[in-house]
């Protein structure tokens, strides 16, 4: 929800301390990233999809051992190149909504 290129999509949601929060954290990642690259550290924020959790609900798309595999598939993977980008799950069956490709910002 902290996405700004999908705020249309979002804007159903009045959840705005939230999404400005996640804004925030993106902006803050992204400084750490390039502070960071220098001395070989990769980082990166991840969205582990919308798992049925006690914030997400049953209504989520996901359950949490889901997200969680996918999730450590990518941290276990990363490398130099994911430094900075806003990294995505993939989830077989749900490639409209978690494709593994890069998130918007």
């Known amino acids: 929800m902290g996405s ?12 705005w301390a939230y ?12 400084d750490y990233s390039l502070q960071l690259n220098d001395e070989g ?19 989520a798309h996901l359950e949490v051992d ?13 490398g130099p190149e994911s430094n900075g980008r806003f990294r995505d799950i993939k989830v077989p069956g749900w490639e409209q909504m978690y494709p593994g490709k890069d998130s918007a910002w």
């Open 4 to 15: 700004i290129s999908k705020a249309p999509y979002m804007q159903h949601l009045p959840a």
């Open 19 to 30: 999404k400005m929060s996640k804004a925030a954290v993106n902006m803050l990642t992204v």
């Open 41 to 59: 550290f990769t980082v990166f924020p991840l969205s582990p999809g919308w798992l049925k959790t006690d914030l997400g609900s049953q209504h």
């Open 66 to 78: 889901v997200g969680v595999k996918a999730t450590l598939e990518i941290i276990l993977d990363a």
